[in-house]
């Protein structure tokens, strides 16, 4: 059987181009125009977007990014390139590696641009999100095969929607909490990036979240349930972490209103601190990539207020990034593919 030609695409979520007022003005307008990522009606949402948030939050965000900043840029996409390259390194002739940003650049259409040109018999499609939201790994998906459908000749393509619950990916992130020794502290958080949750109601068929039991079992629709897969990434974890039910909590950040998922992190930070919690360990198995929600929210803004209401030490595990692990897991992820 003769091989096919295979390129796999690496999305991951953007970063501004810099840390400016204008570079984040640009990348926030494009990130909260995407109907997946704000669903409510066309015109309320180009008033909110364009009008109040973009406007008013861009100078915040821009201040939180040149916190972030490095001398080699933004984390998320220079370990994102690393990433690329050494992927590249190791499938060697299997598959030709691709990245884009869903927001900003490198662009997925530039991306496709350079797939389209080297006329591939097969595309892998990848979006960096372990756990299913649609204002992730669907819009993604969406984005790529929105464009895909207007060539002329379209390949073989096989999107992979999901991935938290892969042993190479569990292992992995696992190797990267136990290597700051759980056993020191005396908690451990998992922090998801929290979605609004009506977002979740959408794949929620028969009943509403509000009664569903999908934070201690996985139900039959619950493997494209954001809030199962999240708690589900953390029973594996814990197991692989051999930590008890007391020692850890699940708990989503980054609200941007009451009405989205709980716990909090923040909350849940604040009263473990008044409960004689001195040092925590938080890890976020949502994120591949370091990066502002990590960094700064987590390691900088949680940490301050944790120490504020009677913490002591608050350690933020590095993500996967660029490690040989990640790698290899990739690899893993992609084989049945290639």
Partial sequence: MENK????????????DEPTVKAVRRYLSEFLNDRRVIDIPLVLQKILVNLIIVPFRAPKSTKLYQRLWTEKGSPLLYFSESVEAKLQQKLDSKADVF????????????????????????????????QYASSTNGTAIQAVIDQIRKWNTIPEINAISQFYDHPAFLDAFAERIQSYQTENYDHVIFSYHGLPNRHLEKNHPNESIKTCNCENV????????YKAACYQTTRELAKRLNLPKEKYSVSFQSRLSNNWMTPFTDKTLIDLAKKGNKKILVTAPAFVSDCLETTVEIGFEYKEMFIENGGENLQMVDSL???????NALEAILEPYL
């Fill in 5 to 16: 030609k295979t390129a796999v695409l690496l999305i991951n979520l953007g970063t501004p």
């Fill in 99 to 130: 990245l884009a940003m869903r927001y900003g650049n490198p662009s997925i259409g530039k991306a496709l641009s350079a797939i389209k040109n080297g006329d591939y018999d097969r595309l892998v499609i990848l979006p960096l999100f372990p």
């Fill in 218 to 225: 996985l139900p039959e629709f619950g493997k494209f349930c």
């Fill in 321 to 327: 990034n660029d490690s040989p692990q990640w790698i």
